[in-house]
């Protein structure tokens, strides 16, 4: 394939086999490359060396309470959606050392933390997953205190992000404004094209980075024809996405005049309070710090760690929880979320991921729960969202599991 300087072209085609001169560019240019690999049964984001450690060929199927992938006569690279693990877990790790401190003959020495040594890549980022990290951004880097954890990553972190092209079941992106069409801060966005005679990637540069990337990257000017049905696959994708699944009109003030709903009791019926939807969601944020200390007092560590509004502990104050039961809990996460995240941050905190409807060991969708809180505000007869049959469950369609 010929090559012309990407700086004359803002959208350029790349055969699919030299996705790996990208990876290798990025890895050149001392990037850490993590992407989607595949790893017990499911896609998760980890450190990616080459197009073979990818999900070729995978889609995933996620339904509440349950994740299966299923493998496609295909040789997509990113047939599936979302991967399983939010990119937070890169950027804002759940576990992470803030400090440590040792006693010698001299007194305590504090022992600083360093932060990655290399940039990040972050390669298939997915238009529901670039609006989670725009949020976290707003969070964790917005106002007078900034998380310098978050920031060490996220400020050179590279973004190759993904359009997709098909939506999963448990997507309501749509509903949400934030995708299936990648939207600002990346600097590549890749389209892929599958034809029945040619695998080609159309790559849309968004910034000098992005451009110096695809320098050492063999590629054409794309074709009208490749453009336009890059833009018709988004589309459709746009109409699978729960375009909708979530009434968001007048959300915040359904929710705060809704605090005394019955529909909470119901739904903590059900809830375990596990956590497993914080966890997995791209813009839960919340933290703890641990400390502890050697028997002799000779070394010292504070640590930070994911946590969640659904533990009693996380609403400790003053000889209680003050948010003891379970229906508080469910309450304080969906009116945080949908409702006071506006207060905070300005826009609504859920993207349309999914993630929290298929990793929901008793399948709580929450696109349920809030039209259940909207009829029942109207009067109108709430609809059981009962447990999916299948609740809990992750399979592959095929006798050779992946990863
Ligand atoms: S909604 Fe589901 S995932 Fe979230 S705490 Fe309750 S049972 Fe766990
Ligand atoms: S609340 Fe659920 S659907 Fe919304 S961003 Fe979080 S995990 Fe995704």
Redesign the pocket.
């Known amino acids: 394939m010929a090559t012309r300087t990407i700086a004359a072209i803002r959208t350029a085609a790349v055969e699919a086999n030299d996705f790996d001169a990208l990876l290798g560019a990025l890895k050149h240019q001392g990037y850490q490359v993590k992407g989607p690999v595949l790893r017990d049964s499911a896609v998760v984001y980890d450190d990616l060396g080459s197009t073979d450690e990818m999900p070729i060929g995978w889609v995933d199927v996620p339904e509440p309470a349950r994740y299966r992938l299923t493998r496609r006569d295909e040789r997509s690279l990113f047939g599936y959606t979302v991967g399983a693990n939010?990119w937070k877990a890169i950027l804002h790790p759940p576990d992470v050392r803030l400090w440590s401190a040792v006693r010698d003959a001299g007194g305590f020495h504090l022992v600083t933390e360093s932060g990655p040594d290399a940039p990040l890549a972050l390669v298939g980022v997915r238009a529901?997953d670039l609006a989670?990290l725009n949020l976290l951004d707003r969070v964790l880097l917005g106002g007078s205190h900034a998380d310098p954890i978050y920031a060490a990553r996220r400020s050179r972190a590279l973004i190759v992000a993904v359009n997709c092209t098909r939506a999963g079941s448990?997507c309501?992106c749509a509903s949400?404004g934030t995708g299936p069409a990648v939207g600002p801060g990346a600097d590549l966005v890749i389209t892929e094209l599958l034809r029945s005679r040619e695998h080609r990637l159309i790559v849309s540069v968004e910034s000098e980075r992005g451009a110096e990337v695809m320098e050492a990257v063999p590629h054409e000017p794309a074709r009208d024809t490749d453009i336009v049905q890059a833009k018709t696959l988004v589309d459709r994708a746009k109409r699978e996405a729960g375009p909708h699944r979530v009434n968001m009109t007048g959300m915040r003030e359904l929710l705060l005049n809704s605090l005394e709903s019955p529909c909470w009791d119901d739904v903590a019926a059900r809830c375990l309070t596990c956590g497993n939807?914080?966890n997995?969601?791209?813009?839960?944020f919340c933290t703890s710090v641990h400390d502890t200390t050697d028997v002799h007092g000779a070394h010292a560590e504070r640590t930070r760690v994911a946590d969640s509004c659904f533990t009693m502990a996380y609403s400790y104050a003053t000889g209680g929880s003050v948010r003891y039961s379970p229906s508080a809990r469910c309450r304080q996460?969906?009116v945080h979320?949908?409702a006071t995240w506006v207060d905070q941050f300005g826009s609504p905190?859920?993207?349309?991921?999914?993630?929290?409807?298929t990793?929901c060991p008793v399948g709580i969708d929450?696109?349920q729960v809030l039209g259940r809180i909207r009829r029942s505000s109207q009067g109108r007869p709430a609809v059981e969202c009962d447990m999916p049959a299948n609740a809990g469950r992750k399979e592959v369609s095929d006798a050779n599991a992946p990863g």
Do not use: S
């Open positions: 939010p529901c989670a448990t309501f949400m939807c914080t997995v969601c791209p813009t839960c996460w969906l979320k949908f905190g859920c993207v349309g991921c999914g993630r929290c409807l990793w929450v696109t």
